[in-house]
């Protein structure tokens, strides 16, 4: 499935003539689709007559009589421009931007001379109207071109990956094929099958059909969330990874991942230096490390200070103004996009759905728009540094459907952004000094449903305080969401590098209104530690009684709280609770009975029927950890609709059992073969990697089609 890499194609002559010759090709190879070349070159055209009416508005020493001189002056300009921005870009490529920039303006006062010339009705009064009118004319031009490219993602990428080509254009071929992995968040294999079979993942599905690829399932173990999937992907352990938060009694500390400070540490306490990236990989917009000497966008990084290449970290990208312009135009269309369909889902009145405002709006424009964007950047520049390995992870679906739902056209047309943004990579790939290996992958599913607070009128926390006496003090921690943390990885990656970034860099975090652990329900208390604290994945809870250092057994929170494991498991909420009994027994109580998981007699209850054929042994797993909570909740499954019930105030969950949250999936090469089928737990998926790894090391690219 690798597109060709390389230039194999190319002679031996590594001589300009061979360069420019490969530069005209790339050109071609990037060229914009039919449709948006005609889309482009009527709006160019209005726009053109626009910055040259503003341009003769400004100056009165440039006159234009009439809109038949304007309209054929802008024709001419629209000329002119476009053929001396393709020629520059291809002449100049491996040069400073600032030269074809400067040769541009020179250029364009050539240009408005040409005009008082030719076109009746524009005359020009000396050179310094001539050189003002171009610099205003390149600055106009400048901003509606990216306007009107806006959203061709090829026309954007393009000029990094030239740049790029130019510059290692003598670079020796690498021996071995390199592994480059894309996650894409929270995708679970059966919305993924839907998305292909409706057109609206193109890139894959092709890959599929042509049978260049294969596309598998893999188990994801509780809890399926990003923090313990990625800790098993990249690091392969995954071991006290309980939730995307939890609670240690020990510490009195409550971990979240989407902080830095916590996922560093998880980082520390999973890694053995042997992570998947630890060759001189590259880890891009993770939770996780995976060891890589680079990491960039990654949580568990961002608090460390700029590294010694910071100017390899951002070369070829936000370098200029023209690129932050883009981005912001993304930005706010998709601000509006999200506003206009949050009122559309209200009007229509979609259930279930949760309340949707201008906070989350920017939260999504960041994750879905500026976060793809600049990740994608990233890998194209480590795929031409020639990185080994490259870990990258989107999160824009995950982020949409937790707010919208996973099956919902919002969350499909990220997915399919993303899909856009994988053919980008494959294209780039085309020219790298190292073949490529693509695998596509996920970490975890979705599943839709109701919050617990919309289904019962409070949330989980308020309904174990009732059950307790009224001086205990309970905290529930779901107020930091997953996607919650992105805003924080650009501010500390643009911060990182010169220019505007550093002023974004400011700013993005108070426009988010993101903060750092240390205030609010989702963070550890500065004083003594609540009575209770209550820790939500999706429809998994743990519930910590904090004055006890140790696990509370079965039968010392009955005797400190008579009734409290009853009412809760007759919950209409709750589905099943897990509890440990003084003899070290793992039981399940359900509204109608108990099971013991330890002894693995018959359920005459049927209490986890509705948790998928793995339940008991997911819950065995989970409860085994030591920061397990001493009570484990599952929010309950609806039987028909399939819908689960989250704990967290959103409509698309994961984290428990129930629905597709553990489905997630795996696509390769058809050449790379998987050691087992289905991968069970995301150490396994480690052990694939690795193995694939070292099969690709051992074999040479001589010889191969380029092509596979």
Not at 487 to 514: C, F, K, S
């Amino acid at each position: 499935m690798t597109p060709q890499v390389g230039r194999a194609t190319e002679s031996a002559d590594r001589g300009w003539i061979a360069s420019y010759r490969l530069q005209a090709r790339l050109m071609w190879e990037w060229r914009p689709a039919r449709l948006a070349v005609l889309r482009r070159t009527v709006l160019s055209f209005l726009l053109a007559c626009l910055a040259l009416a503003i341009t003769a508005k400004v100056l009165p020493g440039l006159k234009i009589d009439g809109p038949a001189a304007l309209l054929l002056a802008g024709l001419i300009l629209l000329a002119l421009d476009s053929f001396a921005d393709v020629f520059l870009q291809w002449l100049l490529v491996a040069q400073p931007i600032f030269v074809a920039q400067i040769l541009g303006l020179a250029l364009q006062v050539v240009a408005i001379f040409a005009l008082a010339r030719v076109v009746p009705g524009v005359s020009v009064d000396g050179d310094v109207t001539a050189v003002w009118a171009a610099v205003l004319l390149t600055l106009l031009n400048s901003l509606f071109a990216e306007l009107v490219a806006v959203s061709d993602d090829d026309s954007y990428y393009s000029v990094l990956v030239r740049r790029l080509v130019a510059r290692d254009f003598k670079r020796a071929r690498e021996s071995t094929p390199g592994l480059l992995v894309v996650q894409i968040d929270g995708l679970s294999l059966p919305v993924l099958n839907h998305a292909i079979r409706g057109g609206r993942a193109p890139v894959l599905g092709r890959l599929i059909r042509d049978g260049e690829a294969t596309l598998h399932p893999w188990i994801a173990l509780l809890p399926p969330t990003t923090p313990a999937s990625q800790a098993g992907i990249l690091h392969g352990r995954n071991d006290g990874i309980v939730g995307f938060r939890w609670y240690e009694k020990a510490s009195a500390r409550l971990l979240v991942a989407n902080h830095p400070d916590d996922a560093a540490e998880i980082v520390r306490r999973v890694s053995d230096g042997a992570g998947l990236l630890a060759d001189d990989g590259a880890s891009i917009g993770n939770l996780m490390t995976g060891d890589a000497p680079r990491s960039y966008l990654t949580m568990a990084t961002i608090a460390e200070g700029a590294p010694a290449d910071d100017g390899r970290r951002l070369r070829g990208f936000l370098a200029t103004s023209v690129n932050y312009i883009r981005l912001m135009a993304l930005m706010g269309g998709e601000v509006a996009k999200e506003l206009y369909q949050a009122e559309r889902q209200r009007g229509r009145a979609v259930e279930p759905r949760i309340q949707r405002d201008l906070h989350y709006a920017i939260e999504r424009a960041v994750t879905n728009i500026a976060l793809r964007t600049v990740s994608t950047a990233f890998v194209i520049e480590e795929m031409y540094g020639g990185a080994p390995t490259i870990y990258v992870d989107y999160t824009g679906y995950d982020a949409i459907s937790h707010h919208c739902g996973p099956e919902r056209q919002e969350a499909i047309d990220a997915l399919e952004g993303i899909d856009r943004a994988i053919g980008s990579l494959l294209k780039a790939a085309r020219h790298t000094s190292r073949a490529y290996r693509l695998v596509v992958l996920s970490d975890h599913g979705q599943c839709l449903g109701a919050t617990f607070r919309q289904s019962h009128g409070q949330p989980l926390e308020a309904v174990i305080a009732a059950l307790l006496p009224g001086s205990m003090s309970v905290v529930g921690t779901t107020d930091s969401i997953e996607s919650a943390g992105m805003g924080r990885r650009i501010a500390a990656e643009l911060n990182r590098g010169p220019g505007p970034g550093q002023m974004l860099a400011r700013v993005l975090p108070r426009a988010l209104g993101h903060f750092r652990s240390g205030a609010g329900r989702g963070s550890a208390p500065k004083a003594a530690p609540p009575d209770v604290v209550v820790a939500s994945s999706g429809n998994l809870a743990h519930v910590y009684f904090t004055s006890q250092p140790d696990r509370m057994t079965d039968e010392a929170i009955e005797a400190s709280y008579p009734g409290l494991i009853d009412a809760l498991a007759r919950h209409p909420g709750i589905g099943a609770l897990v509890v440990r009994s003084a003899a070290g027994h793992v039981l399940v109580v359900g509204p109608h009975g108990r099971l013991d998981l330890t002894e693995g007699g018959p359920d005459s209850s049927d209490i986890l029927a509705d948790y998928g054929l793995r339940a008991a042994e997911n819950l065995l797993h989970l409860e085994g950890f030591a920061n397990a909570g001493d009570l484990i909740l599952l929010g309950a499954v609806d039987r028909v609709s399939g819908e689960v019930t989250g704990f967290e105030e959103l409509v698309g969950s994961h984290g428990g059992l129930g629905g597709w949250q553990t489905e997630p999936f795996i696509l390769c090469p058809t050449t790379l073969r998987l050691a087992e089928e289905p991968l069970t737990g995301a150490p396994a998926v480690y052990r694939q990697l690795m193995a694939w790894q070292a099969q690709l090391r051992a074999r040479t690219p001589e010889g191969e089609s380029r092509d596979q």
